[in-house]
């Protein structure tokens, strides 16, 4: 049995992904979308002709590394951006300014002012006429009242003189007392002033300015704008802003139901620790959930609540410490997704990527987009004005055929989900995710056996799975003993792509030998083998 050297992976074939133009607002990004959109058959027809190869091929942006949070370890430069953002950002709480609403834009101010002048104008004019006849009425009376006003003038006259005697006196008293009032009223002064407070502004339960884990936040902010401390405090300011008119802290409390707990959920974490979400659009596929979901604008806005909620509870499960894992994973499966032409979700999911870029800043380590079909060149066109160079930076793509290996890469197998191709399954099983898996690269038109060598009365329990199958495989005992016999544990047969998943074999063993797992690849690829082994002891 000739056995294959085992030997890594080779490398995948990377394509660059084009650039594109910078970060648009959201109605322009929804205008380009729309005008994407009508120009999907181009972009269709060129992405066909590029078919036959693309499946094959992993399409990676320029490398992404993620920079330290350790304030003493940045670059002079963007410590100093730090300190002034930091510094800005105590002003504004110190002014309150922070949760202030925003500003009426000037445009609708000056509309606003010339339509009071209008209504003035008209109500001068209303006005003047009714001032012209009470004019006329009050000549009339007033004629009248001067002859009153003469006899009652001189009886006033000479009342006049005797309450100015009583007056003087009067008044000689009053300012005594005023002086006193105002003695008494100037001492509860200086002692009644209370310097105001800053206001006190926490964003995903971290105060703005308070220590290490605001720094953090501050950094992502400063980031997210190029180090700009302007645009950052802009930013920041908006999100804050943003944040309390969207009532967040109400919306993390809310019962939104589990409609969509299939379309996006959290599963394991990558080798580097971060926490990894998988976005499953083909979900949608299923007409019951979309026409439950995107019926009218109000169950669309509830899906839109429901994401936004579910990346706010992961934000806050983060680690802000300068040397924690402060942001996560994101692979998106668009396996029988319902492609370009859902408009609904099309809208839907742009309205959500810019709320999250604008509100949740550097907060993605990783975009890994699996399962990719012919029509992705469209899709990473039409997605690809809503982020900035730096984001798209992180991104990856993967056709059908490379996706388990583009996963292996970031995430061990043994916590991949097995619907993408790892060994993480849901139900009680013989093995944990905390029980390492082993990989393998078998050759075109190659054997590759694997062995468990066994020293001493056990019982041997292994999983084996072969990414795709269409391979044989078989399971042997083989004894210590020359003499031994050797046992048939799994009849070597051939097991399709859609036979099994994962195999699971166990074997009582009685003497030392070994497991000999054998599996045979008589096609044109390369297979990925993934497998794990343990051994229990029998008692006596």
Do not use: C
């Not at 302007?230 to 409390?253: C, H, P, Q």
């Not at 468990?452 to 292994?462: G, I, R």
């Amino acid at each position: 049995m000739a056995e294959e050297p085992q030997k890594p992976a080779s490398a995948e074939e990377v394509v660059p992904v084009p650039a594109d133009t910078p970060p648009t607002t959201q109605s322009e990004a929804e205008a380009e979308v729309e005008a994407n959109a009508e120009s999907i058959e181009e972009v269709v027809a060129e992405a066909e002709k590029a078919q036959s190869g693309a499946e094959d091929k992993i399409s990676q942006s320029v490398s992404f590394k993620e920079e330290t949070n350790v304030v003493g370890d940045l670059p002079e430069a963007q410590r100093k951006a730090l300190d002034e953002l930091k510094r800005l950002v105590q002003e504004a709480l110190n002014n309150h300014e922070l949760t202030a609403p925003k500003p009426e834009p000037e445009k609708k101010k000056t509309e606003l002012k010339a339509l009071e002048k209008k209504e003035e104008e008209v109500s001068e004019e209303k006005k003047e006429v009714e001032v012209t006849e009470e004019k006329k009425e009050a000549e009339v009376t007033e004629e009248k009242k001067e002859a009153e006003v003469t006899e009652e003038k001189k009886e006033v006259e000479v009342a006049e003189e005797k309450k100015e005697v009583e007056v003087t006196e009067e008044k000689k008293e009053a300012e005594v007392i005023e002086e006193k009032k105002e003695t008494e009223v100037i001492e509860e002064k200086k002692e009644s002033v209370v310097p105001i407070s800053p206001e006190e502004v926490e964003i995903w339960g971290i105060p703005l300015l308070g220590d290490e884990r605001s720094d953090v936040i501050l950094l992502k902010f400063l980031r997210a704008r190029d180090f700009k401390v302007k645009d950052a405090l802009s930013m920041l300011r908006n999100t804050v802003r943003w944040r309390k008119e969207f009532g967040i802290e109400g919306l993390v409390e809310e019962d939104l139901g589990s409609d969509w707990d299939k379309v996006v959920f959290s599963h394991g974490h990558d080798k580097e620790g971060h926490p990894v979400y998988y976005n499953v659009f083909g979900e949608f596929e299923d007409k019951e959930l979309y026409n439950k979901t995107f019926w009218d604008e109000e169950k669309r806005n509830k899906l839109i609540r429901w994401m936004i909620q579910s990346l706010e509870k992961s934000v806050r499960s983060l680690d802000f410490s300068p040397t924690g894992i402060s942001t996560i994973v994101q692979v998106n499966d668009l396996k029988n997704s319902p492609g370009l032409g859902k408009r609904e979700l099309r809208q839907a999911t742009n309205q959500v990527l810019q709320l999250f870029q604008d509100n949740y800043p550097e907060f993605v380590a990783k975009q890994i987009f699996i399962n990719v079909p012919w029509w992705y060149l469209a899709f990473s066109r039409m997605i690809s004005p809503f982020f900035t160079q730096r984001t798209k930076s992180k991104f990856l793509f993967a056709g059908p055929s490379k996706s388990a290996h583009t996963l292996f890469q970031y995430i061990a197998p043994e916590l991949v989900p097995v619907q993408y191709g790892g060994l993480s399954r849901e139900a009680e099983q013989e093995f944990t995710t905390s029980d390492p898996v082993t990989e393998v690269t078998i050759k075109p038109a190659t054997k590759h056996a694997v062995e468990f060598p066994v020293s001493e009365k056990s019982h041997a329990v292994w999983e084996i799975r072969v990414v795709g199958w269409d391979v044989s495989y078989g399971a042997e005992f083989v004894p210590g003993a020359e003499d031994g016999y050797t046992v048939i544990v799994q009849k070597n047969r051939k097991i399709g792509p859609a036979d099994e998943t994962v195999i699971t074999n166990a074997f009582k063993i009685g003497e030392p030998g070994k497991i000999v797992l054998t599996i045979d690849n008589q096609t044109s690829k390369k297979k990925k083998l993934l497998y794990r082994s343990k051994t229990k002891p029998i008692p006596e």
